[in-house]
Structures are given as C-alpha cells and as structure tokens.
C-alpha cells in the first residue's frame, strides 16, 4: 500500500475511532469508509435498521394476511414470547389458528434464494 493511502486511512482512523496508533498491517485490513461518504453510509443504515424496527399495534397495522413476527407480552398464563402470526383486518392468530393479542409485530425478512 502508497505511503499516501496509508497516511489517509490513518487520518480517517484519528477522526472516526480516535485512534492514530494502528499499525500499517492494521490499516491495511480495516474497512476504510472515505470521510465525506461516512455520513451518507451511516444515514442508510439508520433508514434501513428504523424500517425493520418492532412496530407498535397502536400505530399501525400489517397488510391482512401478511405472516409477522408478533410479541405477546406476559400473562398469567405465561412469559412474553415471540411468534409468526397475521392479522386478518380484525384479530391476530398464529399460524397454529390461536388467536392472540400482541403489543408489537415486525416484518420478517425476505431472503435471496438461488433457482
């Protein structure tokens, strides 16, 4: 590596980690994210990690039919626990047909599948 990219990886290391002792092996393995794309990099990731956040049942409400992740609190039946289930426009079941109350829901991801 340029004694050049060297001095900015360890410039940039100073700034955002507040570390200007990493060796040069080091800054050569680090992920170097240039200083003025760190803010927009960060942004996206808060954009991203807000989306996929639990959603309270007070705010709003999934599509019917589309399986969530649902949090039931505790009861005197039981501890609080996590559960796919949907909400057909008026109540909420498990996949099971158990009806259930949750506070919360989340979407649950969507993964890339090879054909």
């Not at 927009?40 to 969530?68: C, F, Y």
Request: hydrophobic content about 35%; charged content about 25%; aromatic content about 14%.
């Amino acid at each position: 590596m340029k004694a050049e990219e060297i001095a900015k990886r360890r410039a940039w290391a100073t700034t955002h980690f507040n570390d200007k002792d990493l060796t040069e092996t080091e800054l050569e393995c680090a992920v170097y994210i240039p200083s003025d794309n760190f803010s927009d990099g960060w942004n996206k990731g808060v954009e991203w990690a807000s989306a996929k956040q639990w959603i309270n049942v007070n705010d709003t409400m999934p599509e019917p039919d589309e399986d969530v992740l649902a949090h039931i609190p505790a009861s005197f039946i039981g501890p609080g626990y996590n559960e796919v289930a949907y909400w057909d426009g008026e109540d909420w079941y498990t996949l099971d047909g158990d009806l259930v109350s949750p506070t919360h829901w989340c979407r649950i991801p969507k993964f890339l599948t090879k054909n």
